[in-house]
């Protein structure tokens, strides 16, 4: 499989997140994408290469999955960070006043002029650092995704968007768990549009895939799937239940998994197999796996327990799905067995495609 890495993935790199009333170290660091990287030169998948789009298109396919208000926002978010103090070049931007939502009678549509209670209202959590380079990286990974999508909308099996910042908790107007732009979500979108007419997300990443599901959560065209730990104790906690299953239009085509905090690699396959189910009964024409590697049992932040042997075999249980496949790399936090972890899948994929 082709894989698509972001040349621009090191300009984002935050200092430090806010964790339980202290300042903690990075969790989701530059070293992450090297590791990977380097893994891929080891044990070759196929080419490896920076995306080449057209940045036209970029920001159309952007643009289906963003707000403008969001887009704008990030776009200027540096730059007006340090406009508020000159001394802020020093120091990642980071919110602290939020306006929850509309329902505690807060105001969502006026844009405050004031950067910090932008800040605020475009993110949901203090531990996602955005820095000088975020933009860049961010819009860099968009790339890949659109170069994997299309990849694969022109006949490949499979390709691989290798990219940091991840992008699955990032929504349609809000960023938040280290992620500002929904790679997978943009390429199950231009996946659609490129004539794929039903769209499968199936999710593998420790945490809820918060933010491709509200992305889709009202449509019939794109199924999102997540097996995740159970948000009643896991980040993000406020989605990612079993009840939740699409609204409207997309009533049914939302499934759930949460697993308890300490699941083994056996009841996860039981899961991932329900998933894959789930998948096949939707009749999808292709699919999109945002890959996250904090299911290890290694990974600081998790709470699975997964081992580098068992991700050969996950990944051949998704190749079972006979569908062309972009894979977005989003989570995993233990570094240095995340290059490890990642390729044992994706060669476990392709081995079975
Ligand atoms: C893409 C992805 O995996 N995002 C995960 C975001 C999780 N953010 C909250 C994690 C807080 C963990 N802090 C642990 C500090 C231990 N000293
Ligand atoms: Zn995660």
Redesign the pocket.
Known sequence: MKTFHNPHHAGHVGQQ?M??G?M?AC??VPARLDFVLAELQRRPLGPLAPPAVDAAALDAAIARVHGARYLAFLATAWDDWVAMDPANSQRDALPSVWPLANRHGFRHDVLPHNFAARLGLFSF?S??PLTAGTWAAARGGAACALAAAQTVAGGERSAFALTR?????AGPDFL????FLNNAAIAAQALRDAGHARVAVLDV???HGNGTQTIFYERADVLTVSLHGDPATE??FFLGHADERGAGAGTGFNLNLPLPRGTGVQAWRAALDTALRAVGDFGADALVVPL?L?TFEGD???GFTLKTSDYAAVGAALAGAGLPTVFTF????AVDEVGTNAVNLLEGFQRAA
């Open positions: 997140e964790f339980r202290r903690v969790h989701e959590d531990g996602s910042p991840p992008g699955h908790h938040g768990g280290y992620c990443d420790y945490h980040y993000p996250g904090d600081p932040i998790s989003e989570g995993g936090y």
